[in-house]
């Protein structure tokens, strides 16, 4: 570990490990419950990075505000560990957030250059989310 870096959080959730909303059913489709699918990547960890992809969607303007915010009161009403019952979410999801925009935006650029073609616009979204959070130091506000 390098100077100035901390430890990473203990594993201490059971995680779906690739968590993003294609992995929500509702059965029966207009009044059962929420159903999560798709658990091939299951395993312990910090529960913040089931969280990060509509997170980053959301912050990239990719997820409309009142979807996330539905999404979040959902979660939350559930008991979803990832973050406060109540409050500001982001200082448990910024990290991770960020992290995922990163990766995203490389993959992008990496595919776009391969193919010899332009960002799409959703490939550019998250490019210029990448640009913007540049500009703003992590954890805050």
């Not at 913007?132 to 805050?140: E, K, N, Q, V």
Request: glycine residues 10%; proline residues 12%.
């Amino acid at each position: 570990m390098g100077t100035g870096e901390t430890p990473a959080p203990p594993a201490r959730t059971l995680c779906h490990g690739d968590l993003h909303l294609g992995q929500l059913v509702r059965r029966p489709s207009d009044t059962g419950r929420w159903l999560l699918i798709d658990v091939d990547d299951l395993g312990v960890g910090d529960p913040a990075w089931d969280l990060a992809r509509p997170a980053a969607w959301y912050a990239c303007g990719l997820l409309p505000p009142d979807e996330w915010s539905r999404f979040l009161a959902a979660y939350r009403e559930e008991g979803g560990p990832a973050v406060p019952s109540t409050g500001d979410p982001w200082p448990a999801l910024d990290v991770p957030a960020r992290a995922l925009t990163v990766q995203t935006a490389a993959l992008a650029i990496a595919k776009s250059t391969a193919g010899a073609r332009p960002l799409d616009e959703v490939e550019q979204a998250v490019v210029d989310a990448c640009a913007r959070m540049g500009r703003i130091p992590p954890g805050s506000p």
